[in-house]
């Protein structure tokens, strides 16, 4: 069964403080990786797919780099702004379902 | 270019009745996945639809069921349902099953049982 586990839960930032978020994987046949930024109440938002290792994928403050085990979304001089829950999830060659991970939820003080 | 559009948005409903949800995917998208978001359980599939066919399902009991209809819009339904069925119930529609397609969520239900 496909696993997904994310660090750290939840994380307090300074506005500049540039931190990584972490997600371990097991999976059989990774057929991509994913990431989403969620907002309360309101549904993911895409961010990026990653679907081999050494493959790296940028967007404003976002970068996001994979391994064979493990994926890491680093958040570059933050910004209040970038606050929210971000969530990892993968699909395997066994099926056509996301596995999400429990999300890192990243608080941006200004 | 329209999103996933899911309705309605808030739904507030008694035990022991029955709830049918709404999603319309992005115009040309095939795939309906439906899944289910709780504080204690995260993010959880119940199950995906493509070409009006049920293609995997979570492991959810049977009183959760799902159709698609031949324009790709889909629907869930929850039947008897319990306190713990509360839960934000969120569809992501794909262009279709293969590598490469990601997958869009729409803003989701907010279902409350009481």
């Known amino acids: 069964e496909d696993q997904v586990t994310q660090s750290p839960e939840a994380l307090r930032l300074q506005e500049g403080e540039s931190s990584s978020l972490n997600c371990s994987y097991t999976?059989?046949?990774?057929?991509?990786l994913f990431w989403y930024r969620q907002d309360p109440g309101k549904g993911p938002e895409f961010l990026f797919t990653l679907y081999s290792a050494g493959e790296e994928k940028e967007k404003e403050r976002l970068k996001a780099t994979l391994t064979k085990k493990e994926s890491f979304l680093h958040i570059t001089a933050p910004k209040p702004e970038d606050s929210a829950t971000y969530l990892c999830a993968v699909i395997s060659a066994a099926g056509n379902k996301l596995t999400f991970g429990g999300g890192t939820r990243v608080l941006v003080k200004p | 270019k329209a999103g996933v559009t899911q309705t309605p948005r808030y739904l507030i409903k008694t035990r022991g009745q029955q709830v049918t949800l709404s999603c319309s995917p992005i115009s040309g998208h095939r795939s309906v996945s439906w899944y289910q978001q709780t504080p204690g359980q995260g993010l959880q599939f119940l199950f995906e639809?493509?070409?009006?066919?049920?293609?995997n399902k979570g492991n959810f009991p049977g009183r959760f069921s799902g159709r698609q209809f031949s324009n790709s819009r889909s629907e869930m339904n929850v039947s008897t349902l319990e306190l713990g069925d509360s839960a934000l119930y969120l569809c992501?529609?794909?262009?279709?099953?293969?590598?490469?397609?990601?997958?869009?969520f729409g803003q989701g239900t907010r279902l409350t049982v009481v």
């Open positions: 639809y493509f070409s009006e066919t049920q293609r």
């Open positions: 999976v059989s046949g990774l057929r991509g």
């Open positions: 992501a529609s794909r262009r279709g099953r293969g590598q490469g397609t990601e997958a869009f």
